[in-house]
């Protein structure tokens, strides 16, 4: 079974920047779709970027524009590059495959505040 550990969250400025890293303990494969999700405090776990192969990339509509996955094949590492965040991106994000969901990892947490 595949483990994921997230990082790179934090307490952002709102219009601030913020690079997260997810890495799997294994290698996935490039046909295998990976995704970055998200739970706001009493929400529901949703997704908002995947990516599958080098290129192809689908975004949620609220981060469309400002959010930019990737991935790392030698490093067995998906990024989210987050840019102009907004205090309703305030959330534990979290990375997985998409179907077929892997154990989750423990998330990392992601505030937006002045």
């Known amino acids: 079974q595949v483990q994921l550990v997230e990082s790179g969250g934090g307490l952002v400025q709102p219009g601030g920047s913020l690079r997260l890293s997810c890495v799997a303990s294994?290698?996935?494969?490039?046909?295998?779709?990976m995704g970055w999700f998200r739970q706001a405090p009493g929400g529901q776990r949703e997704l908002i970027a995947s990516?599958?192969?080098?290129?192809?990339?689908d975004y949620a509509d609220s981060v469309k524009g400002r959010f930019t996955i990737s991935r790392d094949y030698a490093k067995n590492t998906v990024y989210l590059q987050m840019n102009s965040l907004k205090p309703d991106d305030t959330a534990v994000y979290y990375c997985n495959r998409v179907p077929g969901y892997f154990s989750w990892g423990q998330g990392t947490q992601v505030t937006v505040s002045s």
């Open positions: 294994r290698s996935i494969s490039s046909t295998d779709t």
């Open positions: 990516m599958t192969g080098g290129r192809n990339t």
